[in-house]
């Protein structure tokens, strides 16, 4: 039996995925040393691999091979596009993609104008405005902290995910629109479905019958 091997985005989500895991007899006793230098963990007895990635490359390596299954925001995967199979929400980490910025914004995405909008999501805030809203816009692709754009005027509004709020309270901007909810979601590459189909299935259905007995926030 081949090892199914894991691309987990790094922080809260890998986490809760673990915790998941371990409610499904999945444990890797090395991941939780905080000290460790590994980079590969494996749990021989069930053949499984694990391995932390940047959120933004865990597509990456499951639409190349690297990886069987990923878990990921839905946020990274819209964003990257990537040729994989999308087969759960795992019911986590949930939030929402927004077009934010002062309320004065407001009246100009309702007329259509033409404006100016900063993201660190460029990808995902072309498809809102242009087929969804069929309105041209100018996008501009920022790494940083994106709430500053419309203070300085760089943009008029902002595309990013939205949590509580708070952030957006604090600098006078405000929620104009909702783009797309978000949360994490489980990603399989196509020809690991194929190859590994039974394995695979059965950890999805397992983490469903987990999810409609418990539920797992933030």
Partial sequence: MRYLTFALAKG???????????????T??????????????VNEELKLK??????????????YGAADIGVVGEDTILEEGRNLYEVMDLGFGKCRMCVCGPASAREKLKHGELIRVASKYP???????????????????LNGSV???????????????VETGSTLKENGLVVLEEVCPLSA??????????????????????????????????
């Fill in 185 to 218: 979601r489980m990603i399989v590459n196509p020809v690991s479905m194929r190859m590994e189909n039974d394995r695979i299935k059965g950890l999805i259905h397992n983490l469903r019958e987990l999810l409609q007995e418990e539920s797992y926030a933030d």
């Fill in 12 to 26: 809260r989500l890998a986490k809760t995925t673990m915790a998941m895991f371990e409610e499904l007899g999945i």
């Fill in 123 to 141: 990808h995902i805030a072309k498809d809102y405005f242009y087929n969804k809203k069929f309105q041209t816009v100018e996008i501009i692709k």
């Fill in 50 to 63: 694990f391995f932390l990635a940047k959120a933004s490359d865990v597509p990456t390596y499951v639409e």
């Fill in 147 to 161: 709430e500053l754009a419309p203070i300085v005027g760089l943009s008029e509004v902002i595309v990013d995910i």
């Fill in 28 to 41: 890797c006793e090395a991941m939780k040393d905080k000290d460790t230098r590994k980079l590969i963990f």
